[in-house]
T-cell receptor
Framework: QKEVEQNSGPLSVPEGAIASLNCTYS??????FFWYRQYSGKSPELIMS????GDKEDGRFTAQLNKASQYVSLLIRDSQPSDSATYLC???????????FGPGTSLSVIP | EADIYQTPRYLVIGTGKKITLECSQT?????MYWYQQDPGMELHLIHY???????EKGDLSSESTVSRIRTEHFPLTLESARPSHTSQYLC???????????FGQGTRLTVV
């Protein structure tokens, strides 16, 4: 079992819709969770971080964390074509003091 | 401005050559990482460092080596480049604790 798992996609949504991206992790004691966006040929850039159970909102982005279910998600409201990218879930915990990335979910927002 | 820098951005080199990819950060981060990523594929951790004189191998076996003599500098070296080393190499850094990693712009390596 991989430490961080995501659906590879591609996930296609129409412009203006809500895109929902999911991630599960295996280390129960993980403490920090991140969502990165990576455009083709570019480096990952951090868009959200979340540390406690519940929702965290930042503009059109909402990160949701459920530690009991070992599940973290990212919602993108009012999706725009510029949101088309690969979204990487990353986890950092006490059992491994490094950031572990999932394989990424490719999102395509159709105009 | 605090940042993380990688040089060169692009490198095309012949088989058998020795190469060093540079990574420097001005953010005062103690942890640094090297990831390898093929086009359209996932990130693989190949090396990381907790601080000066600390280096560890990552989850993906790599023929490269790293050193950490200064906090801000984490170079990666390939003693004898091969076509199988063709890939994008991404350097990142983070502070101790549960904080996020920041990435450099990457080095795209092509070995011919």
């Amino acid at each position: 079992q991989k430490e961080v798992e995501q659906n590879s996609g591609p996930l296609s949504v129409p412009e203006g819709a809500i895109a929902s991206l999911n991630c599960t992790y295996s280390d129960r004691v993980s403490q920090s969770f991140f969502w990165y966006r990576q455009y083709s040929g570019k480096s990952p850039e951090l868009i959200m971080s979340i540390y406690s159970n519940g929702d965290k909102e930042d503009g059109r982005f909402t990160a949701q964390l459920n530690k009991a279910s070992q599940y973290v998600s990212l919602l993108i409201r009012d999706s725009q074509p510029s949101d088309s990218a690969t979204y990487l879930c990353a986890v950092r915990g006490t059992s491994y003091d490094k950031v572990i990335f999932g394989p990424g979910t490719s999102l395509s927002v159709i105009p | 401005e605090a940042d993380i820098y990688q040089t060169p951005r692009y490198l095309v080199i012949g088989t058998g050559k020795k190469i060093t990819l540079e990574c420097s950060q001005t953010m005062g981060h103690d942890k640094m990482y090297w990831y390898q990523q093929d086009p359209g594929m996932e990130l693989h951790l190949i090396h990381y460092s907790y601080g000066v004189n600390s280096t560890e191998k990552g989850d993906l076996s790599s023929e490269s080596t790293v050193s950490r003599i200064r906090t801000e500098h984490f170079p990666l070296t390939l003693e004898s480049a091969r076509p199988s080393h063709t890939s994008q190499y991404l350097c990142a850094s983070s502070r101790t604790g549960y904080l996020e990693a920041f990435f450099g712009q990457g080095t795209r390596l092509t070995v011919v």
